[in-house]
């Protein structure tokens, strides 16, 4: 184990922050450490909008899922795919021709892009000491979301981010086991049930620790109940009307 090693194993969502600010130098540090993640064909499609007036983060809360700690923290990062700026800056050097920029290859590269550049972000600022919880329901009311933050055709917003000092201390969250994910050479069909049903023991414990024994509810029935709601269906139609997904 060495250092980097150690900080991405103690990797935790915090939900609870400081009224210690995130400085300007930190928050520098943090997006330039994000940029230097790999991105394809040197694209870089993304951008990240700091979001650190009090109002606004109160309205971005309330279309979010009434989530508090985007309220609370001191700075909101909302991560965006954005192809709108590729599109911005290469139509002067193609003229007439043909750009595919709506592809739906570029739309996975978009998002990808926004993914690995996040997470290099998380693992700068917690080696700053500051803690972070990633936000999906950015996209709960992703339309009216959007308008508010004044995203063009061609961005959306993929995830938020809350970054502060922790104030408090959670468990380790566990994963799944390495055997369940790793596949050597080919996809192996035969070995999936075995390390998730070890896995749901050691979840069953977690849960009834955190729980105060109230709950003993395993990953498999978590995942079963999430897949049985229409999660942000919504989400196609947005997509399609800011231009995505085209070709």
């Known amino acids: 184990m060495n250092d980097v090693i150690s900080l991405l194993m103690k990797h935790r969502s915090i939900r609870r922050f400081t009224d210690q600010p995130v400085t300007e130098q930190q928050l520098n540090l943090i997006v330039a450490s994000a940029q230097m993640a790999s991105t394809s064909s040197n694209v870089q499609a993304y951008s990240v909008i700091a979001v650190t007036e009090p109002e606004l983060k109160k309205e971005l809360a309330s279309l979010s899922g009434n989530q508090a ?25 193609l003229g007439e021709q043909l750009s595919y920029e709506d592809s739906t290859e570029n739309f996975i590269v978009a998002t990808i892009d926004v993914a690995l550049a996040a997470q290099n972000a998380v693992v700068a600022a917690e080696s700053l000491g500051l803690g972070i919880v990633y ?14 933050l ?79 709601q229409p999660n942000r269906l919504h989400m196609k139609q947005f997509l399609d009307s800011k231009g995505f997904m085209k070709q």
């Open 150 to 228: 004044g995203l063009p055709e061609l961005v959306y917003p993929v995830f938020g981010m809350c970054v502060g000092y922790p104030d408090q201390e959670t468990d380790l969250r566990p994963r799944l086991p390495v055997d369940a994910v790793l596949h050597r050479n080919r996809y192996s069909k035969d070995r999936i049930i075995e390390p998730v049903n070890d896995y749901d023991e050691t979840t069953k414990r977690y849960m009834l620790k955190r729980t105060d024994g109230k709950s003993d509810t395993s990953w498999s029935q978590v995942m079963a109940t999430r897949l049985a």
């Open 135 to 148: 936000i999906g329901g950015v996209r709960n009311q992703v339309a009216e979301l959007s308008e508010l």
């Open 69 to 93: 700690y985007i309220e609370q923290c001191p700075v909101f990062l909302v991560w965006c795919a954005d192809l709108y700026r590729l599109q911005q800056v290469t139509a002067p050097h």
